[in-house]
């Protein structure tokens, strides 16, 4: 048990619609990661947020977007769904923003298929 | 996107066996990462490497940094049935990205 969690862990969308998925960093923890994994492959950064602000970003395009709140939770938002986002969104949760990559902390993941 | 190069994409073999696979890239890293990741779980970090040469163990795992910061290898000894999954490598180059090989999968036959 890592101590974060996502929601929901499995979901079904069509193309063309949008999707929320949701983080709940471990206690403490300032710094959210988000990353996708396609089936077989390893995951790929999409972003990362420190204390409510964008602080980096992977080769994404912008309608990959997110959020994280005062409580460190945060959102991952994917407008106009392609049959390609199907994959597993992990995020992590670290301390300190910059350098702390050993520290960081996966949740299970989110199983998103876009039919 | 950029990935790191990892081999083999699987193993199969026998418990007690000895494990070995490595990681290689074009590019130089700062720290080097392997991860486990079990099934409908996110990656659980194993060992992290920090310095070029550096050679790290934790419990049967030994992992190192190569001299060039451009590959790692990560060694299971005596494998038992719970090192079944998929290892990782991942690197990190600053910029807040860590990359990731594509795994290796691990089967092991009682």
């Known amino acids: 048990e890592t101590g974060v969690t996502q929601s929901p862990t499995h979901l079904i969308k069509t193309r063309g619609q949008q999707v929320t998925l949701r983080c709940s960093s471990q206690s403490g923890h300032n710094t959210v990661s988000w990353y996708q994994q396609a089936l077989g492959q390893g995951p790929q950064f999409i972003f990362q947020?420190?204390?409510?602000?964008?602080?980096g970003r992977g080769n994404f395009p912008p309608r990959f977007s997110g959020l994280q709140f005062p409580n460190y939770s945060s959102e991952l938002n994917v407008n106009a769904l392609e049959l390609d986002d199907s994959a597993l969104y992990l995020c992590a949760s670290s301390l300190g923003g910059q350098g702390a990559v050993e520290t960081q902390y996966f949740g299970p993941g989110t199983r998103l298929l876009v039919l | 996107g950029q990935q790191l190069n990892q081999s083999p994409q699987s193993m199969f073999i026998q418990e007690g066996e000895d494990v070995s696979m490595n990681c290689t890239s074009s590019s130089i890293f700062n720290t080097w990462l392997w991860y486990k990741q079990d099934p409908g779980e996110g990656p659980v970090l194993l060992i992290a490497?920090?310095?070029?040469?550096e050679l790290t163990s934790n419990g049967r795992l030994t992992a190192q940094f190569g001299i060039t910061r451009k590959d790692s290898f990560l060694n299971i000894s005596a494998s038992i049935p719970s090192d079944v999954g998929i290892y990782f490598c991942?690197?990190?180059?600053?910029?807040?990205?860590?990359?990731f090989g594509q795994g290796t999968r691990l089967t092991i036959n009682p």
């Open positions: 947020y420190y204390r409510e602000e964008e602080n």
């Open positions: 490497l920090y310095k070029a040469g």
């Open positions: 991942a690197g990190w180059g600053g910029a807040q990205k860590l990359v």
